[in-house]
C-alpha cells in the first residue's frame, strides 16, 4: 500500500503519462466573448485502491497552478471554485464514470489561457494530467464598418445544430464617420476652374494676382468647413450649406503669406490639411541707415541725400529692402562695385577710416529675380586741416583786430594825456592864442567883446563819429614843477578887454579856458604844440611810469549836462 501511494504522488507530479492513466481532450478551444461552450472530455484510470462505491473527484485547472494550494475553475467538489470563474465554469462529466467535461458559459477575454484535469479517487488514484491540457481562446466579434456599409442590412445567426434550434437577428448599418478625403484646389485666374493642389503643402504666387482656394471634403454625417490664415478664422460655412468651401483673394499682397488651414469637422471628429502661402515681389522699400562716430541713433537717408563726414571718423552704413525672393544686396562707390565688409550680410558698409577716396556718390542696389532697386547717397569729406586753418585764420585776425584796437586806443590816450599836462602849463589852447572877439575853442563859438560865462563848461555836441575817449573824463594831476609854472603864469596873465574880465568868485580866465579845453578834448584832435610845451612835455615824460584809467560808464547819444558847478573828472595819477 505504501508503495502505491508513493508512485502516485509521483505520477501525479509528473509531466509523463504514468501506466494506466490517460485523457482525452482537444488541444484548442476558441469561443466568441460572451457565447458559451462545451468542451468534450475523456479519461481513464487504473482500477487500484478503489472499489464501485468509492467516489471520484475531478477540477479542472489553469496551468502553473499549485493543486495543494490552489482553487480550481471547475470542480465536483464543494466551495472550491476558483472566484474568478464566477461558476462560469462547470464540470459536466461524472470522473466516477470516466468523464471530464466542462462547461463554458459567458466566456471573457481574461479567461483565455491552458487548462489541465486532476482526478481523486481512492488511495492510489490523485493524478495531475498536465501532459494532456487544452487552450482556450476567447475572441472577440468585431464588425468595422466602411462609409460604403451605410444603409446595407447586417444579420446574426445562431444555430444549435443538434437540437435542431436556430436564431437571428438583422440591423440595417447608418454608418457615420469623420470627415475624410479633405482636398484643397486652387484657380490663379476668375474664369479658370480650380484645380487639386494635390500633395504639395507650398504654394508660390506673385504679388498683385489673383487666387481662389477651395476646400472640400466627404462626409456622411454633416460637417463645418473652415478656412484659417495662422490662428486667425477667416471664413466657415453652415452643415446645412454641404458643399465646398471658397476663400478669394482678387488682390494678393505680401501681407497675406503665411500658412492657411482647411478644417472639416463634424460631432465624429475633424480633419484638416495646411497650405503655405507665399508671395513673392520685385525689392521694394529700400532705405539706408547710417550711423556715424559719436553716435548713437542710426539716421535714416533717402534717395539723393548728401552725407557729409568728417576725414578719419568711422561710418556705418545699412542697407535694407523687402523682397521675396530675398534680394541680393550690394554696394558701389562712383560706379564700382565694393566688396562686402560682412559676408554673412553683404547689406552693411563700414568705412572705419573716411579717406579722400571715398568722396563720391555710394549707391545700394537690391536684385532679385523679379526686379531691383537703388538708392544713392553722396558722401561729402570734410577735412580736418581745413576747418583747423580756418579757425586758427580766424583766431588769428580777431585777435589781430583787438590787438590793433587796443593800441589805438592806448596811442589817442597818450596824446591825450600828453596834450593835457602841456595845458596845464599854458595860459591859452595850445598853438592858439586867445583873442578877444575870436572863439576860444574850436565847435564853441565866442562872440567878439561878450564875456565868457562863469563857472558852466560848455554842452559838448552828440555825435555818431565820437570815439572811445567820448566816455572817458580825464585830467592830469601835475608834477611839482607843472604846478609852480601855472602858479606864475597866473600872475602874469592879465584880461585884455572886459569880455575876459572874470566876475568875482568865479576861477580864473585862464583855468576856464582850460577847463573848457579839457571838457572838449574828447572831441578834437590835439593840435600842434610849441617848442616850449614840447619841451616841457619831455621833461614831464620822465615822470610817466604808468597810468590808471576808470571809466565811469558808457554816455548815452544825448548830450549830458553836469548838475554841479564844478568840472566831473576822473584822476590819472602819475607816478
Known amino acids: 500500500m505504501a508503495l502505491s501511494l508513493l508512485l502516485a504522488l509521483l505520477w501525479g507530479g509528473s509531466q509523463a503519462q504514468a501506466p494506466g492513466f490517460s485523457l482525452q481532450v482537444q488541444s484548442m478551444v476558441t469561443v466568441q466573448e460572451g457565447l458559451c461552450v462545451h468542451v468534450p472530455c475523456t479519461l481513464s484510470y487504473p482500477r487500484i485502491g478503489w472499489t464501485e462505491d468509492t467516489p471520484a473527484l475531478g477540477s479542472w485547472f489553469v496551468v502553473g497552478t499549485d493543486t495543494n494550494k490552489g482553487r480550481p475553475v471547475a470542480t465536483n467538489k464543494q466551495d472550491q471554485v476558483h472566484g474568478g470563474s464566477g461558476g462560469r465554469f462547470q464540470l459536466t462529466g461524472d470522473p466516477q464514470n470516466r468523464s471530464c467535461s466542462l462547461l463554458i458559459r459567458d466566456a471573457q477575454v481574461e479567461d483565455s489561457a491552458q487548462y489541465f484535469f486532476r482526478v481523486e479517487r481512492g488511495s492510489y488514484v490523485r493524478y495531475n494530467f498536465v501532459e494532456s491540457p487544452f487552450y482556450l481562446e476567447v475572441t472577440v466579434l468585431s464588425l468595422t464598418p466602411r462609409p460604403q456599409d451605410h444603409g446595407t442590412h447586417l444579420t446574426c445567426r445562431v444555430d444549435f445544430s443538434r437540437k435542431g434550434v436556430s436564431a437571428e437577428t438583422t440591423v440595417r448599418l447608418n454608418v457615420t464617420h469623420v470627415p475624410k478625403d479633405l482636398v484643397i484646389s486652387v484657380a490663379r485666374a476668375k474664369a479658370s476652374a480650380p484645380e487639386p493642389q494635390g500633395n504639395s503643402p507650398h504654394l508660390e504666387v506673385q504679388k498683385g494676382q489673383f487666387l481662389q482656394l477651395v476646400c ?49 469637422e463634424n460631432r465624429r471628429g475633424s480633419q484638416s490639411r495646411t497650405l503655405n502661402l507665399s508671395v513673392q515681389y520685385a525689392p521694394e522699400n529700400l532705405r539706408v541707415m547710417a550711423l556715424q562716430a559719436n553716435r548713437t541713433v542710426l539716421e535714416n537717408l533717402g534717395n539723393g541725400t548728401s552725407l557729409p563726414a568728417l576725414e578719419g571718423q568711422s561710418l556705418r552704413l545699412l542697407c535694407v529692402a523687402h523682397s521675396n525672393p530675398p534680394a541680393q544686396l550690394s554696394w558701389a562707390l562712383r560706379g564700382q562695385t565694393l566688396s562686402p565688409s560682412q559676408p554673412a550680410d553683404p547689406g552693411i558698409l563700414e568705412l572705419p577710416q573716411i579717406q579722400t577716396e571715398h568722396e563720391g556718390v555710394l549707391t545700394c542696389r537690391a536684385q532679385n529675380s523679379l526686379g531691383s532697386q537703388h538708392v544713392s547717397l553722396r558722401l561729402s569729406v570734410v577735412y580736418k586741416k581745413g576747418l583747423l586753418s580756418k579757425a586758427l585764420g580766424s583766431g588769428i585776425f580777431l585777435g589781430m583786430g583787438i590787438t590793433t584796437l587796443l593800441f589805438l586806443c592806448l596811442i589817442l590816450v597818450t596824446k591825450t594825456l600828453r596834450k593835457k599836462q602841456a595845458q596845464a602849463g599854458t595860459p591859452a589852447h595850445a598853438g592858439t592864442p586867445a583873442q578877444a572877439g575870436t572863439p576860444a575853442h574850436a565847435g564853441t563859438p565866442a562872440q567878439a567883446g561878450a564875456p565868457a560865462q562863469a563857472g558852466a563848461p560848455p554842452k559838448p555836441k552828440a555825435t555818431r563819429r565820437s570815439t572811445i575817449l567820448d566816455y572817458i573824463n580825464v585830467v592830469p594831476n601835475p608834477g611839482p614843477l607843472a604846478r609852480n609854472r601855472n602858479r606864475n603864469q597866473n600872475r602874469k596873465a592879465m584880461p585884455s578887454s572886459p569880455s575876459q574880465a572874470s566876475p568875482p568868485g568865479a576861477p580864473s580866465q585862464e583855468c576856464k579856458k582850460n577847463q573848457k579845453e579839457l571838457h572838449a578834448a574828447p572831441h578834437t584832435y590835439p593840435g ?9 612835455s619831455e621833461s614831464n615824460q620822465e615822470n610817466l611810469h604808468y597810468a590808471a584809467l576808470t571809466f565811469s560808464g558808457l554816455r548815452p547819444w544825448d548830450t549830458w549836462e553836469s548838475k554841479d558847478t564844478g568840472p566831473e573828472y576822473e584822476d590819472i595819477k602819475f607816478h
Open 216 to 264: 472640400a471634403s466627404e462626409s456622411q454625417f454633416p460637417a463645418t468647413l473652415s478656412w484659417a490664415l495662422e490662428d486667425r478664422i477667416l471664413s466657415w460655412s453652415h452643415p446645412w450649406t454641404p458643399g465646398p468651401l471658397a476663400l478669394v483673394l482678387t488682390r494678393v499682397m505680401p501681407g497675406d503669406s503665411g500658412c492657411y488651414t482647411c478644417r472639416a
Open 528 to 536: 600842434p604844440r610849441s617848442s616850449t610845451q614840447a619841451s616841457e
